[in-house]
């Protein structure tokens, strides 16, 4: 139970800060390019860091009108070792970006399920072409079900997602005029437990910043752009 939950949590800790990447004739808030590379960085409430994660555009195609981008990304410990190296996928047609949240499994939770029977529902998170202050998103999320060798169901929901205000953000990339957006994490797995989550976006750039808080508004955690080229 507690390595599912992990690689749950994990699946989400991933999906939340990377969920507007668009090719800029498809959707302005972020520009891919072939070899375009970029980092972000993990840090608790108390400013240490925890981490890092890096992304290299692999490749681009088209396909009925919907661009596909492969991006691998790699992600590092607090010792900048590698934890995870993995290939994902992002899609975008009609100005709407979405990404495969399956792809953000682990190789290692995937063989804890190997002897289960086991079904996971992906919720895509989107972005739409076109934000102003007080629009809410769609949600998004993860429902995964267990029937044997134990009966169990857990769900990830990502909700309540509102744009906030437009306002001009710095961090270690640069400094950027941004999108505020806020949203409720909600962990259904026998327990309920529920997070905020704050993102702050840029056209032509992606998320730049975001602020994960527990139920009681305290920040637990913070993600920051620290180079893209």
């Not at 190997?114 to 202050?133: C, G, H, R, W, Y």
């Amino acid at each position: 139970m507690k390595n599912l939950l992990k690689g749950l949590a994990l699946i989400l800790i991933l999906s939340i800060p990377f969920k507007s990447w668009a090719q800029s004739d498809c959707n302005p808030y972020f520009l891919l390019e072939e070899g375009r590379k970029w980092t972000t960085a993990n840090y608790n409430a108390k400013d240490k860091y925890q981490g890092k994660q890096s992304y290299e555009v692999l490749s681009l195609d088209e396909e009925d009108g919907m661009l596909i981008a492969n991006v691998m990304l790699i992600s590092y410990d607090k010792k900048d070792k590698v934890v995870m190296e993995k290939e994902v996928e992002f899609t975008c047609k009609d100005g709407v970006v979405e990404m495969d949240m399956s792809k953000y499994i682990p190789e290692e939770t995937m063989e804890g399920f190997k002897n289960m029977d086991v079904e996971m529902e992906f919720e895509a998170i989107t972005i739409p072409e076109n934000l102003e202050v007080g629009q809410y998103l769609e949600d998004g999320g993860v429902n995964m079900t267990i029937a044997e060798p134990m009966q169990m169901n857990m769900e990830i929901k990502i909700q309540d997602r509102k744009v906030m205000a437009k306002e001009n953000i710095e961090v270690p990339a640069g400094t950027y005029e941004a999108w505020k957006i806020n949203s409720i994490i909600k962990l259904d797995a026998m327990i309920t437990r529920e997070t905020k989550n704050v993102e702050w976006i840029a056209k032509n750039v992606g998320v730049v910043r975001s602020e994960q808080y527990d139920k009681n508004g305290k920040l637990n955690s913070y993600t920051v752009l620290t180079e893209i080229n």
